[in-house]
């Protein structure tokens, strides 16, 4: 599972390293982003054959879903039946995005109130790209647009094994295109995208148990406690 995500970069550095167009949002730091909260998210337009970044909000709603809490069920989409599961399936057809990031943190350990968290980054520290859906749900009492996303998960490789048993899909650079759906691919080429990034491009450091309430959101929530930072040689 992922259910937490460190997304500080502002929108003029996060669309200078993914390449997308202005207009650019506004959006505020997130140094413990939690579901319900809106991110930025990278998007293709079609029709303007650009990259866009635009602002939505954790927890997919599919456009039959009738109850908006049923997004607090679908922060995640497992890699394994992404394409198979009537939750997610037809955004994984034609509704892909990615979700700019720059760090998410995991917990280790099985008692509660006692699980260490961790935040987990691209070894050189820069913004990555995490595979993700999104969708249009229409509210039937505002009748009013929601814009909604989902993290897409695989199992976790040998450094996120060492707290967690999966992890979000990251994405290389080289894949952009082709999961923006700016490139023709199919579906198969897509499915095997899904796969754990290397250990040797990232790092993990333990931070302070107090951002483990979601309500802490100050700007120290991903500071390291200690000297303590792994990586794999």
């Not at 990278?42 to 909000?57: A, G, K, Q, V």
């Not at 280790?108 to 050189?124: E, I, N, S, T, V």
């Not at 814009?147 to 094994?161: K, L, Q």
Request: glycine fraction near 6%; proline fraction near 9%.
């Amino acid at each position: 599972m992922c259910g937490r995500i460190l997304q500080v970069s502002t929108p003029e550095e996060m669309a200078a390293h993914f390449g997308c167009a202005p207009p650019l949002p506004n959006a505020e730091p997130r140094y413990n982003g939690s579901p319900s909260q809106r991110f930025m998210v990278i998007r293709f337009n079609p029709e303007m054959r650009e990259r866009r970044l635009d602002m939505l909000e954790w927890g997919l709603l599919p456009s039959w879903e009738k109850d908006s809490k049923s997004a607090y069920k679908r922060i995640n989409a497992k890699a394994e039946t992404v394409d198979t599961l009537p939750s997610f399936r037809a955004a994984f057809k034609d509704r892909r995005c990615l979700v700019p990031v720059d760090a998410f943190y995991e917990w280790k350990g099985d008692k509660p109130g006692h699980k260490q968290p961790h935040a987990l980054a691209r070894r050189d520290h820069k913004p990555f790209a995490v595979a993700g859906l999104w969708e249009n749900w229409k509210d039937p009492v505002t009748d009013t647009w929601r814009r909604t996303f989902c993290v897409i998960t695989c199992p976790a490789n040998t450094m996120v094994g060492l707290i967690h048993d999966r992890m979000p899909v990251i994405l290389h650079e080289a894949q952009y295109a082709a999961w923006l759906g700016e490139t023709p691919t199919n579906p198969a080429d897509l499915k095997g995208m899904l796969n754990p990034y290397p250990s040797g491009l990232m790092t993990m450091w333990p931070v302070d148990r107090k951002m483990s309430n979601s309500r802490y959101q100050e700007s120290d929530a991903a500071d390291p406690v200690g000297d303590e930072e792994f990586a794999d040689d």
